[in-house]
């Protein structure tokens, strides 16, 4: 590890009381050892009743990934809680517990409320049986909600994470969803040395365990501590990271990890200091300690940086600039400290003064001229947010908005940018299409239910339309005859409607592994015939109505063939019928209308009742309501392609055309429109 020590001014003014910044900056060497240190992983999975479905499921996912990226030198534990706590598995090694591990965690199923503190130190017990000078020990928990049962006092739980660091063991966390204390998951993993995490989607737990281990696999020095010894009377010095204070001005800085540096930025007050110009004064020195892992486990190491400046008049002072990577770094820390403030701001409803100590800090660190990505790209977050708390308030400000921000200056208060990034990215890559700005909440809306209408949130996931009524996950299929569920029904604008358990012998579990993700119901043409459906894919919203709703023109009248819906297509300047079939992921041509267009390679989807398989897929126009349309299209393996002309019909238009434009579908009317 290369230390180094800085000044943002080399000297203070004659007979003056001033403040200079301290810069100490820990920088990873690169790697000489020819392995890792083996891991002693203690992993605490939530399983209370609100991790149910999709949740739980990822959850169990990504931990059979973790067990199997580990090496088999590397001990493993199993804990889960509810509102009791199960020891699955004591410490393991990999090598030889994988298999026990694996069913240990396929048995693991959802109930019951949270018993957080419970779970976590049993976690923690079965790590401490593991302990070795050779080993680095962690625990991982995960959890959707609030600790509800036994302990939930927050000073009480530091404690416990307390005295697992004092035994060698750091402690890191993740939050799954809206529901979980995101500022006791911060705390807990800043007392444990360890980093915090923010999943908005469940299917994220994978990505973050590996990249979990990553940080674990790199470690170059662990259990950073920096104190600052005053060789002066009369000084303050107060740090502007948030690292936790273990005595008077000395900070834990915790573990280096992977290729950045890990700074801390101090702010020493110093007293009116007389002498001659040019005179040095030797302000104290930096003392570091850490630990260095060798051959055989741990030894600890120390270092000390003395620390002096020089006296000059206020003429000189005035001509000298302040150091910019000093600058820099304090500049990065006042904005993840400002948007903590915000946050609490915006949490007692002041949303105007929220908006305005954004606003203020942004222009005071625009001014600096600083030219630098990474700040810049702290500020237009801020500037984002600040606009969204003045003209949204309450209606930007939710829990995942809040959990984006406390998760987010956490990051920046320990100068963790590289994750930060990765949690941007991560929330991107899941929003439903794409639809996440950094800064917000993803703009899906939340359900808006009247007795006569409802509007729910609905996206694509792998090319199928998904919408989301209470607790359900369902595909939307105007291409099923009949819908079905994982129940016994399906409840619609205060309507319960019986469904069937599967559909052409396919069940909910078979179209979850075909889909690709959590799915609870189908909704098929039998229940959507019910109403007056709209899909517009870009605000992310399906509504249903019994009332009616209109038809923005042209309106095309519909056909059907046992309530699947049947529209007339143009292809090749003849009138074609077509099946529409918003669960279709790809559209399709029957074979002699697919001669002569353009190929472009093969993709998969499925049918029920015939499963999945591969087709080949190119594009052509088509015309659908007067508009020209160049479409992707695939065709049909010979047997469903048959199936096509049963019903006098040429092609399906799949879930493409709802990207294309806004549906309104009302079957009982026989008409829709594409808008």
Same mark, same amino acid.
């Not at 050892?33 to 996912?61: Q, T």
């Not at 804990?79 to 393991?92: G, K, N, W």
């Not at 800043?190 to 590996?210: D, H, I, Q």
């Not at 977050?381 to 921000?405: D, N, T, V």
């Given at each position: ?309 020089? +006296?000059? &008049?206020?003429? @000189?002072?005035? =001509?000298? %600039? $302040?150091? !910019?990577?000093?600058?820099?770094? *304090? ?43 990474? +700040?810049? &790209?702290?500020? @237009?977050?801020? =500037?984002? %947010? $600040?606009? !969204?708390?003045?003209?949204?308030? *309450? ?281």
């Amino acid at each position: 590890m290369k230390t180094e020590a800085k000044l943002d001014y080399l000297a203070v003014p004659n007979g003056e009381a001033s403040t200079v910044r301290l810069l100490v900056r820990l920088t990873p060497e690169p790697a000489t050892r020819a392995k890792r240190v083996p891991l002693n992983i203690a992993l605490v999975l939530d399983r209370s009743a609100s991790m149910h479905g999709e949740k739980l499921r990822c959850v169990k996912e990504a931990a059979r990934e973790l067990i199997g990226s580990l090496a088999d030198e590397d001990t493993v534990s199993l804990t889960a809680y509810h509102d009791e706590v199960e020891a699955l598995v004591a410490p393991q090694k990999v090598g030889e517990g994988r298999q026990m591990l694996g069913s240990a965690i396929a048995g693991i199923e959802a109930g019951g409320t949270t018993a957080l503190c419970a779970g976590f130190t049993q976690g923690g017990d079965l790590a401490a049986t593991a302990i070795a000078e050779d080993r680095l020990s962690r625990i991982l928990l995960l959890t959707d909600g609030l600790a509800n049962v036994g302990i939930t006092d927050p000073d009480r739980i530091a404690v416990v994470v307390d005295q697992f660091m004092g035994q060698g063991i750091g402690t890191s966390t993740i939050g799954v969803g809206e529901a979980y204390n995101e500022a006791l998951l911060a705390r807990m993993a800043e007392r444990g040395g360890g980093s915090t995490y923010f999943l908005r989607s469940p299917a994220e737990a994978a990505e973050v365990f590996a990249e979990e281990l990553r940080d674990l696999s790199s470690i170059d020095v662990r259990d950073i501590r920096v104190r600052f010894v005053p060789a002066t009377d009369g000084l303050a010095v107060e740090q502007l990271n948030t690292y936790v204070t273990t005595e008077r001005w000395q900070w834990r800085v915790g573990d280096l990890f992977g290729a950045a540096p890990r700074c801390l930025v101090v702010e020493i007050r110093v007293p009116p200091l007389e002498g001659q110009a040019g005179t040095a004064v030797a302000l104290g020195s930096v003392e570091i300690s850490f630990s260095r892992p060798t051959g055989d486990g741990f030894e600890r190491c120390s270092s000390s940086i003395p620390v002096s400046l020089a +006296l000059a &008049t206020r003429a @000189e002072i005035d =001509r000298t %600039r $302040a150091d !910019r990577e000093v600058t820099l770094e *304090a500049a990065y820390l006042i904005a993840a400290r400002v948007t903590a403030e915000a946050m609490h701001l915006a949490d007692a409803g002041e949303f105007d003064k929220a908006d305005e100590l954004l606003v203020s800090c942004v222009r005071r660190l625009d001014t600096q001229g600083l030219a630098d990505d990474q +700040l810049n &790209t702290q500020l @237009e977050r801020m =500037r984002e %947010r $600040a606009r !969204r708390l003045r003209e949204e308030r *309450a209606g930007f400000y939710g829990p995942l908005a809040r959990k984006e921000m406390c998760t987010e200056s956490e990051y920046g208060t320990k100068g963790l940018f590289v994750k930060s990034t990765l949690m941007h990215e991560r929330a991107a890559r899941y929003a439903p299409r794409g639809d996440y700005r950094p800064g917000g909440a993803s703009a899906a809306p939340t359900a808006v239910v009247t007795a006569e209408r409802a509007v729910y949130p609905c996206y694509l996931v792998n090319g199928h339309i998904l919408t989301e009524i209470g607790d359900g996950r369902l595909l939307v299929d105007t291409g099923a005859t009949a819908s079905m569920s994982d129940g016994e029904s399906i409840e619609l604008l205060g309507h319960v409607h019986r469904t069937t358990t599967s559909y052409m012998g396919t069940t909910i579990s078979d179209i979850e592994h075909l889909v690709g993700t959590r799915i609870t119901a189908l909704l098929g043409a039998d229940l959507l015939g019910n109403y007056d459906v709209r899909i517009d894919l870009d605000k992310g919203e399906l509504e249903l109505s019994e009332a009616v709703l209109a038809l923005p023109p042209p309106v095309i009248r519909v056909e059907d063939f046992q309530g699947v819906p049947i529209v007339p297509v143009g292809v090749d300047g003849r009138d074609e019928r077509f099946f529409f079939d918003t669960a279709a992921k790809l559209s399709y041509l029957d074979a002699t209308l697919a001669a002569g267009w353009t190929p472009i390679g093969s993709d998969t989807d499925f049918f029920p009742g015939f499963g999945e398989f591969t087709a080949e897929t190119g594009t052509k126009q088509i015309e659908v309501a007067g508009r020209a349309l160049v479409v992707r299209f695939a065709t049909l393996p010979p047997l469903l392609e048959a199936s096509l002309g049963l019903a006098g019909v040429r092609g399906i238009l799949g879930s493409a055309l709802s990207e294309e434009s806004v549906v309104t579908l009302s079957l009982r009317r026989r008409s829709v429109s594409f808008g």
